[in-house]
């Protein structure tokens, strides 16, 4: 595990939004509205064929099931960017302890929560993240961004390795093609805790993972993540994310660049790629189109 910790980028300061819900407020302050363009459209129903890919790690990993999982996985990162996993090797036991521990963090007193607010110019601690200027609209919601999360570490890393060796056979690419930029990565947590609003529906949260698009040369997708404010109940939402060493540079692999299929993105070293993402307001894929060819 990359021991180097650099600056990812930063973010302004913002206000606690839970303490915003408790100061009785006549109404939801215009910053945190969003305009009638980003609306969602939420449907009751889901149809049965938009239903969340489910890969089993246990299939994957299995002689006799390996090739149609294989083929499911290859299906939902192309075509979904994004798919459940299970059957993995962290307990449930772990989850659960980790989530509780993340809602005692979000429940500390502001006096306590204080001591871990973001410093100017940084992203790690109690905040949000890639706001840019004093205008752009925030998420309904605080975060809590942490770079060494050490109880997850290796069984994070592991799992994460595994599955990138998995989308490699994928792609029909040696695995250390990928694998080789993430050893000894670095791993970090976001915590994400959404309060629920009463008649408000325009408040929402973005998210989305680039990497795998830039490396399969745009074979998979990088998914966009939103959630609106729910009018009854809080949202928690907890993210790790593995990424590759920030002395490594990311490009599309070199197997998958030919004559026929041209490389479609730049290569840019991790850190490079880390601070120029944290230093722009997280819009739609902005920053992934920055590195287009």
């Not at 009785?24 to 449907?43: E, G, K, V």
């Not at 509780?100 to 109690?126: A, I, N, S, T």
């Not at 070293?269 to 920055?290: I, P």
Request: one cysteine or more; glycine letters at 4%.
């Amino acid at each position: 595990m990359e021991t180097k910790v650099a600056k990812l980028g930063s973010s302004l300061l913002v206000p606690c939004v839970q303490e915003l819900a408790k100061s009785n407020m006549d109404a939801i302050p215009q910053r945190y509205i969003r305009s009638d363009q980003d609306q969602l459209i939420i449907h009751n129903e889901v149809p049965s064929h938009l239903e969340v890919p489910v890969i089993d790690m246990k299939r994957l990993l299995s002689h006799e099931s390996m090739d149609s999982e294989l083929a499911k996985l290859h299906c939902a990162c192309k075509d979904w960017g994004f798919f459940q996993l299970v059957n993995y090797e962290v307990k449930h036991s772990l989850l659960e302890k980790i989530k509780k521990e993340v809602q005692d963090l979000f429940d500390l007193p502001m006096e306590e929560k204080k001591k871990l607010w973001q410093y100017p110019g940084e992203v790690e601690g109690f905040g949000q993240a890639f706001v840019v200027s004093e205008d752009q609209k925030l998420d309904w919601g605080d975060l809590f961004f942490m770079r060494d999360p050490r109880y997850l570490f290796i069984r994070s890393e592991n799992l994460a390795m595994a599955i990138l060796a998995q989308m490699a056979k994928a792609l029909e690419i040696e695995a250390r093609e990928i694998i080789e930029i993430f050893e000894d990565g670095h791993q970090s947590m976001r915590m994400n805790y959404t309060l629920h609003v009463l008649n408000l529906t325009k408040s929402l949260g973005l998210l989305h993972i680039q990497m795998p698009q830039i490396i399969s040369n745009g074979t998979y997708r990088s998914i966009e993540h939103r959630a609106t404010v729910n009018s009854e109940k809080e949202r928690l939402s907890i993210a790790t994310f593995y990424a590759p060493r920030y002395s490594a540079e990311i490009g599309p692999a070199p197997s998958l660049i030919s004559k026929q299929t041209p490389a479609l993105f730049k290569k840019i070293g991790v850190e490079e790629y880390f601070q120029t993402l944290f230093a722009r307001e997280l819009h739609s894929k902005s920053h992934l189109d920055t590195l287009r060819i």
